[in-house]
């Protein structure tokens, strides 16, 4: 794959700021899913990835987190290769995919300390801090299992913030979310890039973020093309 002239060669001339991809190739089967995918998300930007199903957008990201072995390419964090220092790197990194990543049985409080906890210590005020800023205060105590799809999203989302990780990989992060739920998802990802965080969103319909802070990237079969940074 080949991005859009301007982008690829400037993929990782600058990556120790940021997350960088350089000719990823990954096959899936007989599919030649990415094939020379090159980008650079740099600090306080968000790429948001859009693509038909099928596209590889869910490959994409699975390859940022080092998740799935690379036939070729490498993926740098602040300028490191990501293998390198695999637990260094995902101290600072929260992945949401299309499941929340959530247990049933634990309340929603419960799953953000178990998550979150195995990173650092969490306090009873930082998991009512992050439910109450997802929407999702009154539901601190009640069992994930009970809890619709859309707030399940949400205490997701909370376990996102919470982590205090700098880099976001977001997998369809509005799945099941209601329009003030999406509202909400732009909030905390222009928060997150106004704090000087890197996020980078597979997502089926655009967010709107500040102009500043956005860029946009479509993932097509044998091709990725990612807009030039707005002014």
């Given at each position: 794959m080949r991005p859009a002239a301007g982008t690829a060669a400037a993929a990782t001339a600058d990556a120790a700021d940021g997350i960088a991809a350089d000719g990823l190739h990954l096959w899936r089967g007989d599919t030649h899913v990415l094939q020379g995918v090159s980008?650079?998300?740099?600090?306080?930007?968000?790429?948001?990835?859009?693509?038909?199903?099928?596209?590889?957008?869910?490959?994409?990201?699975?390859a940022l987190c080092a998740l799935v072995p690379l036939e070729a390419g490498r993926v740098c964090w602040r300028g490191c290769d990501v293998h390198l220092d695999p637990l260094a790197f995902r101290g600072e990194?929260?992945?949401?995919?299309?499941d929340n990543g959530l247990k049933g049985d634990l309340t929603a409080a419960e799953n953000l300390h178990y998550a979150v906890g195995l990173r650092r210590r969490v306090t009873r005020d930082e998991s009512g801090a992050a439910l109450e800023r997802c929407g999702v205060p009154a539901l601190r105590g009640v069992p994930v299992r009970r809890l619709s799809a859309g707030q399940r999203r949400r205490v997701a989302?909370?376990?996102?913030?919470?982590?205090?990780?700098?880099?976001?990989?977001?997998?369809?992060?509005?799945?099941?979310?209601d329009a003030a739920g999406s509202a909400l998802l732009s909030e905390l990802l222009a928060a997150h890039a106004q704090a000087g965080g890197v996020s980078l969103v597979a997502t089926h319909q655009a967010l709107e973020l500040p102009a500043d802070a956005q860029r946009r990237a479509t993932l097509q079969a044998l091709s990725l093309t990612v807009a030039p940074v707005m002014a």
């Open positions: 980008l650079h998300v740099r600090a306080g930007e968000c790429l948001q990835v859009t693509g038909a199903n099928g596209s590889g957008k869910t490959t994409l990201l699975r990194l929260a992945y949401l995919g299309h989302l909370a376990r996102v913030l919470l982590s205090g990780a700098s880099l976001w990989l977001l997998d369809e992060p509005g799945s099941n979310l």
